[in-house]
């Protein structure tokens, strides 16, 4: 039944998400047929932004943000019965985490490969290239979820989200300014040296985001077994 | 059986248990060999803690007024003589007495206060002369 | 095999400098209902809390069934046999009664579908409702039956009336009674409601800043606990020193009201030794040994 309350908790965070890459998805043809000279570079510096704010938004499994939604004033007393449970703390942050994988991979898998097979991104490739497009982006967005993950250990809800997106801000400027190694450069990942570019998958960035993602998800672990509430 | 007890005052429920069982058995509304409710029914009649009705009748046991027997249940001790007419002679000598003594002008408090004195000495000589009721 | 389901010794926790317990010790023996009373603030929440393995004490010990309460690897079992109603009484408000019922059974093995069906019943609980359509009280008697249902050994019940009617908490009541006769449940519960502490408690503690200040048999309490009124014809001898067991001495022109928690008859003799002092001795319920020992009373000559 944790699997049940997961869904429960984060139906309406996904559907923001996938509304919003909607949205942008079918700008960009418009946009490209407006300006047929601009060549896809443009769109695909952007479109990784769309994709980060997945897991930001599913990466809210911390006790602490549940239920996801507090409609009513005052009712995020429910934790204390979700505590109460004989249920190991890591098994509470385990399986939203795991439900928040999925709905993420979900989202992101369709909505890449849609993204690859648009003609004016990628040209008249193959489906392999959408295929290709999609493992990438989803890949690299691990990184992004561990941290979201971590930060809704101590984070309330809405905070948690500003945060994630303030690491997304605060990583490109980073990038552009700090020079950071390539392979911690997400965005270049899933835009301009993406599959959708260069022949082959950007594996150095896929690591980085597998192992920063695994760091954050235990350290999520360990801050949900010490916290106090 | 039909009990009236009083959570708030200041003495204790056990007591006031034991005190409406020896009632009952003085007024012949309990007569021996009656069987009296399992400690766990009135416990949920009166709503009211078991232990607490568990100790009442461990009391009443010990004292005599009452048997447990293994898997029946609690029951008026046969050998308690009901002391109906006791207590109605009873009654009538101690109107007769106050009656005299507010005549005399004492009021209820020091009449009160007279018997619960006497009563202690009695107490206390029984002590001395090696009978512990304590 | 221990003989108390909770044990607390010297339970010390701050917030930010502020203390909220102070070297708390607590005893509830198993089989019994425990009465937890104290003001708004006097640390029952915060001690319940660390029982439930919510908070860490800075320091002192906290045990439930002989298992240290922080303990993260057994606490899990601990819980298991913990039924557990909060303060807030929250559940998830997206979920219908239900829901809820069929979310929380699996995790208990014990589970009794006869006590389901009854408390359904006796509480009116409307299984498609959703939470978040349930008023307080309706809400109280879920959690209730949540925390009953699992057959628990040990029921820890923070302000489990809070919302009801008197019916209501009536019934509450004597499931209660009932369940602890026939199962010997272990009852830990914090309240505000002196009256039904009296009416089902055989232990109590009362906490304020953090601390026990009276704990025991409540009816051995109220046997203790005896009220004097005393009546002057001359002054107190200056600087007098009572007994041990006066608590509270408070002088109101020639009449003294003076409270003693325990040795009655020693105090009745200090009394009876001074001269021109009349004497009256009264019991004493729980609500003034609550109000006696809890508030600060500036006529207070002790």
């Keep these: 039944m944790l699997w049940y309350k997961a869904w429960r908790e984060i139906r309406w965070r996904g559907l923001i998400p996938l509304a919003v890459i909607i949205y942008a998805l079918v700008q960009i043809p418009l946009a490209v047929r407006a300006n047929p000279h601009q060549s896809a570079r443009g769109p695909l510096t952007v479109l990784p932004i769309f994709w980060l704010v997945v897991p930001v938004m599913m990466g809210g499994s911390g006790v602490k943000t549940e239920p996801v939604f507090q409609p009513i004033k005052g009712m995020e007393g429910s934790m204390y019965f979700t505590l109460a449970l004989p249920v190991s703390r890591f098994r509470l942050l385990a399986v939203r985490a795991g439900f928040g994988m999925l709905v993420t991979a979900a989202i992101l898998l369709p909505c890449a490969f849609a993204a690859g097979m648009l003609p004016q991104l990628s040209g008249y490739a193959g489906p392999e290239n959408g295929l290709r497009y999609a493992a990438t982006v989803l890949l690299c967005s691990s990184g992004f979820f561990g941290l979201s993950t971590l930060l809704s250990t101590v984070l309330d809800q809405i905070w948690q989200v500003w945060g994630g997106m303030a690491a997304i801000f605060l990583s490109q400027w980073l990038v552009a300014t700090a020079g950071l190694p390539k392979a911690f450069n997400v965005f270049q990942a899933m835009g301009n040296a993406s599959p959708l570019v260069a022949p082959s998958l950007p594996w150095d960035t896929i690591c980085v985001s597998l192992g920063l993602g695994a760091a954050f998800f235990l350290a999520a672990l360990k801050v949900v077994q010490m916290r106090e509430y | ?134 | 095999m221990n003989d108390f389901a909770i044990e607390a010794s010297a339970l010390k926790r701050s917030f930010g400098g502020r203390p909220a317990l102070d070297g708390l010790d607590l005893r509830v023996p198993a089989g019994s209902i425990f009465g937890f009373l104290g003001r708004n603030g006097a640390g029952k929440t915060t001690t319940i809390k660390i029982l439930m393995g919510m908070l860490k004490a800075d320091s002192g010990a906290a045990r439930i069934f002989g298992v240290d309460a922080g303990d993260p690897a057994r606490n899990v079992e601990a819980r298991r046999r913990i039924g557990f109603v909060t303060e807030d009484k929250e559940l998830y408000p997206y979920m219908t009664v239900d829901q809820v019922i069929r979310f929380t059974r699996p995790f208990f093995p014990k589970w009794r579908d006869d006590l389901e069906r009854r408390y359904l019943k006796m509480f009116d609980l409307p299984p498609g409702k959703k939470i978040s359509d349930l008023s307080k009280g309706m809400r109280s008697k879920l959690m209730l039956l949540l925390a009953i249902c699992h057959s628990a050994e040990l029921l820890i019940l923070d302000e489990p009336t809070d919302g009801l009617d008197p019916a209501a908490i009536e019934d509450v009541l004597r499931e209660l009674v009932a369940i602890a006769a026939s199962q010997g449940t272990t009852m830990f519960f914090s309240s505000h409601q002196l009256t039904e502490v009296e009416q089902i408690a055989d232990n109590i503690c009362i906490i304020d800043k953090g601390r026990s200040i009276v704990a025991g048999v409540l009816d051995d309490l109220k046997a203790q606990y005896q009220r004097f009124r005393i009546v002057l014809e001359n002054d107190l001898p200056a600087g007098i020193r009572w007994v041990d067991g006066v608590e509270n001495v408070r002088q109101e022109g020639r009449t003294i009201s003076l409270l003693a928690s325990r040795n009655a008859d020693a105090v009745a003799a200090q009394i009876g030794s001074l001269s021109g002092a009349t004497m009256e001795r009264f019991p004493v319920g729980l609500k003034e040994i609550f109000l006696e020992h809890v508030r600060s009373d500036e006529n207070a000559l002790v």
Excluded at chain 2, 66 to 75: D, K, P, T, V, Y
Excluded at chain 2, 79 to 102: G, H, N, W, Y
């Design chain 2, 1 to 134: 059986m039909i009990l009236r007890l009083n959570q708030s005052s200041g003495m204790p429920l056990y007591l006031q248990l034991i005190e409406q069982v020896k009632h009952a058995v003085e007024t012949g509304a309990l007569r021996p060999g009656d069987q009296l409710p399992t400690i766990r029914k009135l416990a949920e009649d009166l709503v009211m803690n078991p232990n607490t009705v568990a100790r009442a009748y461990r009391e009443l046991e010990h004292e005599g007024t009452i048997e447990l027997r293994h898997g029946s249940g609690a029951f008026i001790n046969e050998s308690v003589t009901s002391k109906t007419k006791v207590m109605r002679k009873a009654q009538a000598v101690v109107q007769s007495a106050i009656e005299r003594l507010t005549g005399s002008g004492l009021t209820g408090d020091e009449i009160r206060r007279l018997v619960e004195n006497e009563l202690a000495v009695l107490r206390d000589g029984k002590k001395l002369h090696g009978v512990d009721h304590e």
